[in-house]
Each structure stands twice: as C-alpha cells, then as structure tokens.
C-alpha cells in the first residue's frame, strides 16, 4: 500500500509547511549575512555600539559571524546538515533577540544592524517583534527537524 | 538530531576559515584586532545619550534631521567642520551656550563631535547638553576624522 494515500492532511502539510520554514529562514539568513560580507568595518562598527562585547572580540566575530549567517541560511535552504544548523539558527536568534532586548531596555539608540552592516534602522519595538517571529520560525523547525528525523529512524 | 553534535563544530569551522581567509585575501579586510583610533570614544553610555554610527549620523545630515555641534575649539572649527555644525568648545560651553541654545530646536537630536579616539570633549558635551534637558543627545564618536573619511559635506570658516 502506498503510505502516501494513507497520510492524513495535516500529515501531508506539515513536511510541505517545514519546507516552506525552511526556505524562509534561509533566505532571512542570506539576506542577512551576504551584505555584512561586503562591509565588514561597517558591521564592526555596529557591533560595537552594542557595547555589550569585549573589543578584542569585535573583529573576529564581525569577519566570521556573517560567513556563519550565510552558511546557515544555505544549510537551511538545500537541506544540508539541517540538524546542526537548525539548533545554531536557534542560538544565534536567541542571542540577536537577547542583545536587541538588552539595547531596547537600557534605551540606548543605535542602530539594529540586523540585515547590513551598515543600517541606519534602529532598535523599535517593531524590530524586537519581527525578531520574535523569526524566533517562533527557528523553535518551529527545530522540532520538525526533530520530529522527521525521528521518524526517518528504522 | 545526534547529528548536530558534530554538525555544529563543522558548521563553525568552516565560517572561521571562510572568514579569516576571506579577509585575509580581499581588499578591505579587517584587523583581526581593532586599531585604538577605531575604538569608540564613549565606551558606555546609557539613559538618553547614546553613541551613533557615522551611516546614521550622515543620514540625519542629510535630511536636515539633527544639529551637529563641533566641540572642538574654535580654530579647528575654522579649519574645517562637519557642514552647518555650531561651534560650541567643551571648555567655553557654558558661556557660549546661552548665545548658541536659540538656534537649537529642542525637537531636534543633537550630535556632538570631536576628533580623535582620545578626544573626551564631544562626551563632556553630550553630558552638559543631557542635563540641560534636551533629550535626544548623541555622539559621533572620532566623529571630524571619520566624517571627512567617509566624503560626507564640511565647510570650513
């Protein structure tokens, strides 16, 4: 019997609706990290007015932070290593979020820097929400990811 | 999801490779440590006086959004300075500010430089401003250098 005929509908949804997480996250993470390749001095300076990291660590992790953001996005995107890079999508959302809350609440004005090194957005409440989302996205998939591959085991 | 165990370290350690050798190679790459004049002048700042990045300064520029006040002294003012920015000397402010504050729409963000990494008087101000009760008060940290660095409109006097 063809297990397909047997799956009910939201069986059947579920598979199509994490694909479609998948792609959407993916590409928020291209479209994040492709920019601050190109403009890491920008991206640097952003991250400094976060004033929440040691200076020594400000280069580094604004020369390798956006690589990583890319290569998530792409991991998400073609279904590669979809374990591993759906719990670091997971850890660095909650972290970004973490900073913007931190900023937000303490008032300073600076700018998000969420999508380009160099933005002139800044931290709204708007910004805190559209992360939020991101985040419910990021939960989402990582126990889909959980769940089929749970089901994949013989 | 055993798999992430590994995946995640392989994940990293590609972007760090990526990363580092990219920069390495192109041009345009970065110090992996920050040189002392790119450092922020203003390492903490907190209520309404905030750091602002040069992008968001030079945005303000330009849509006549801010007041930009120079507070360095007056003949470096002269010499050259960000376009339409006050000349407002941290060691002068108090005298000169009862002549400069009419000109100061209170709705306005002000933004306060100087030039240098070392150079403290844009904070100082920044500070004078703050509790004198304008609101929104920011500092372009290195603010004349990076400015000019940037090709963003000066005047000189």
């Known amino acids: 019997m063809n297990n397909v005929n047997t799956m009910t509908a939201p ?111 800044s931290i ?9 989302v991101f985040v419910c996205m990021s939960v989402f998939l990582f126990f889909a990811v959980r769940r089929l591959s749970s089901l994949k085991r013989p | 999801m055993k798999q992430a165990i590994w995946q995640i370290p392989a994940i990293l350690a590609f972007s760090v490779v990526l990363g580092l050798g990219v920069n390495h190679f192109r041009d345009g ?30 945005r303000l520029h330009q849509e006549d959004a801010a007041v930009f006040i120079d507070a360095r002294a007056e003949s470096e003012y002269r010499a050259g300075h960000i376009k339409a920015a006050l000349n407002v000397p941290w060691h002068k402010a108090e005298e000169m500010f009862v002549e400069i504050a009419p000109d100061i729409p209170r709705e306005k963000p002000v933004i306060t430089y100087c030039d240098g ?29 990076r400015w000019q660095e940037k090709g963003l409109p000066t005047a000189s006097s």
């Open chain 1, 11 to 121: 069986n059947r949804i579920f598979p199509l609706f994490t694909i479609l997480v998948r792609l959407v996250l993916g590409g928020i993470f291209l479209y994040a990290g492709v920019p601050k390749i190109f403009d890491p001095a920008g991206f640097a300076e952003t991250i400094s007015l976060y004033q929440i990291l040691p200076a020594p660590w400000i280069h580094p992790v604004a020369i390798v932070l956006p690589w990583l953001e890319t290569l998530l996005g792409a991991c998400l995107i073609f279904g590669i290593w979809l374990p591993g890079a759906v719990v670091m999508v997971n850890l660095l959302l909650f972290a970004f979020t973490g900073a913007l809350v931190f900023n937000y609440a303490r008032g300073l004005n600076i700018d998000c820097g969420c999508f380009t090194g160099n933005s002139t957005d």
């Open chain 1, 124 to 132: 709204t409440l708007l910004t805190l929400l559209r992360d939020l």
């Open chain 2, 29 to 58: 790459g970065i110090p992996l440590v920050r040189q002392a004049n790119q450092q922020s002048a203003t390492p903490s700042a907190a209520g309404d006086r905030s750091d602002i990045s040069i992008n968001r300064a030079a």
């Open chain 2, 117 to 145: 990494a070392s150079c403290n008087s844009s904070d100082k101000l920044a500070e004078f401003l703050t509790d004198l009760g304008f609101e929104q008060v920011f500092v372009l940290p290195n603010g004349w250098s």
